[in-house]
C-alpha cells in the first residue's frame, strides 16, 4: 500500500521560509513524477510544482516560480518543497501526490495516483 506523508507545514510570517517533506513508502517510484498541490479555503486546489523522478525535470506554477524550489532524494524517495519568501496568498493545505508512469500532463491533479493527507501552510502580514 503506498502512503505519501507530508510534514514541514506550520506558521510563518510573511518573507519567511519552510521546507515540506514527502515521503513515499509501499513502492520505489523510478518513473512518473511528484507533485505539490495547494488548496486555499474557497478555492480550487491548485498545481504548485512538479519534478519527475527520470531526469529530475522540474515544472512550477507562475506565482511561485522563483520562490519555491521542488527537490527529490531517489534513495529516500522522498521530495522537498523549499518555500522562500512566503506571502499571505501562498497560505493554503499542501498536498503532496505521486503518478506512478509517466504524466504528460504534469499540471493536472487528476493525472496522479497517490495522494498525501495535506499540510497547513498560513503566512502571516
Known amino acids: 500500500q503506498v502512503q505519501l506523508v507530508e510534514s514541514g507545514g506550520g506558521l510563518v510570517q510573511a518573507g519567511g521560509s519552510l521546507r515540506l517533506s514527502c515521503a513515499a513508502s509501499g513502492r520505489t517510484f523510478s518513473s512518473g513524477a511528484m507533485g505539490w498541490f495547494r488548496q486555499a479555503p474557497g478555492k480550487e486546489r491548485e498545481f504548485v510544482a512538479a519534478i519527475r523522478w527520470s531526469g529530475g525535470y522540474t515544472y512550477y506554477a507562475d506565482s511561485v516560480k522563483g520562490r519555491f524550489t521542488i527537490s527529490r532524494d531517489n534513495a529516500k524517495n522522498t521530495v522537498y518543497l523549499e518555500m522562500n519568501s512566503l506571502k499571505p496568498e501562498d497560505t493554503a493545505v499542501y498536498y503532496c501526490?505521486?503518478?506512478?508512469?509517466?504524466?504528460?500532463?504534469?499540471?493536472?491533479?487528476?493525472?496522479?495516483?497517490?495522494w498525501g493527507q495535506g499540510t497547513q501552510v498560513t503566512v502571516s502580514s
Open positions: 501526490a505521486a503518478a506512478a508512469t509517466r504524466v504528460v500532463v504534469i499540471t493536472t491533479g487528476s493525472n496522479y495516483d497517490y
